[in-house]
């Protein structure tokens, strides 16, 4: 199976960073990932990774730069989709479904008529470790510390607020402001890993390793590093196997996690499950 | 506002998209009050605490609130997410989370936190996860979460919903005990005799406000009827009244108990 050298692939740039973007990644939306599990809002991450590929192929087409046009678009979209889904209004899932399939119809729709060739389609959709540049190593890291920072400095105010708002609310959290903070840090998250884990699967890497964690501790300060290490050691390893198995590296990435899942999940018997059977949308 | 207003609701209407849950009710609370709040499944108690904290923002109408006003939420226990992960302390320790940065919980506050969780009778528990806790501790431990905020008014949403009737006297001491203490309560129930009517002030609801007074003066069959939409007796048992559901006869008579 290992046709090349264990250590043939770190001979290469393009892997190496490849290989950095993607643990980042995998760290990164396995913290964040903790609130989109505990509050039951994965839907949110499928559609947020869906309005993010709109607003990247609208700033293909007009020659912005990727950054700053997906990142308009993408947090702008993230802030109105969470108030949609705060207020419980009925058929917000749907208007949330429709408004982000619409957006990543017409990212599709720009491509195909003003764009690039099919393969920077297939880029998006599934990712690429090929493309990966110094700015991307950049931008990851630099949402990687910023999240934590934010996390850790917050962390009582996000703990309240995702497990109580209305209460929260009443003891002077300002609920609004961190929820629209956690959704611009999603939109943020998306924006600088969709081009190594590529749209279609990075709403997985955002359950999979907090669900894991959440098997394995019945501590939200623990998950909140639990889960990034899971992220991390998922997505390093994926990316290693995908080059010995010559297979797609954020499809690999989700079976390394998927298994890592199945695992624990027989591991932590009856107890671990039922901490997860509780969890909603997952 | 007199000085003693601490909330007053004006004929508020709260809605959710098209259900309108209260139609202009006129409730004002006031300092040293102990109020229940009745009514059936769904008629808007739980609309009305929400609209009374500043959760929910009526349609028409408005809330006004003393200035500064501090108030303590007990959230109905049905709508506690029980398997989120979070410990006793941890739970207790939320309602003074506004100007504090970092996760870590003080001395202060653990002690403090202590105190109260001691107070009542669930010194020990503090590690415990909010799952291994019996109903009527997982109960008294969002009590402890809204004392914890030292608060004027106490704000409860169904205190005594699935617990057995030693832990409700238990919860009707203690908010007796708070009360005597000088804190000001609301609450909601389904509770007529074993709760409601101990209380020294009742408003039954139907949506709307139907009657808002003393448990002698609105329990009566005539404000049941219309609360319920069921026929009730009230009978006065040692200066208390007692509500008697008519149904009930009518369900031994068809199941055949008491030929
Ligand atoms: N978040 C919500 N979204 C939509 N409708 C709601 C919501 N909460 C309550 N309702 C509706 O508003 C009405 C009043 O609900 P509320 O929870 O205030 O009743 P309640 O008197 O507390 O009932 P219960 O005794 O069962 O707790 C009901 O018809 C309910 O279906
Ligand atoms: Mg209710």
Redesign the interface.
Known sequence: MFAAGIFEPFEYQFFNNGLVVATLAGALCGLLGVFVV?RGMSYIGHGLSHAVFGGAAASAVMQLNYFVGAGIWGVASGVIIGRIARR???GADAAIGVVTTASFALGLALLNRYGQAKKSIEAVLFGSVLGVETADIIAVSAVSVLTAVII??????F??A???P????????KVAWIEALLMAMLSLTILVTMRVIGTLLISALLVIPASVA?MT?????R?LWISPIIGAVSASLGMYLSYHLDTSASATIILVGTTMFIVVYAFTGLRGRS?IA??HHV | MTADVLVECAHITCAYDSTVAVHDAHVTLYRGDFVGIVGPSGSGKTTLLKAILGAVTPVEGHVTKKPGLRMGYVPQVESVDWNFPVTVLEVVAMTRTAGRFFPRITQDERDGAIDVLTRLGLGGLENRHIRELSGGQQQRVFVARALFHRPELLVLDEPTSGVDVRTRHEVLHLLADLHDEGMSIVLTTHDLNGLAAHLPRLVCMNTHVIADGPPLEVLNSDVLERTYGAPMEVLIHGGMPVVLDQGNTEVVRRLGGLA
């Open positions: 505990l419980k209004l009925i850790f400095a917050l962390y009582r105010h703990l309240f995702t497990f109580d209305e209460v929260a609310q009443t003891s002077g959290v959440r501790t019945n501590s939200f300060a998950m901490r509780h969890l």
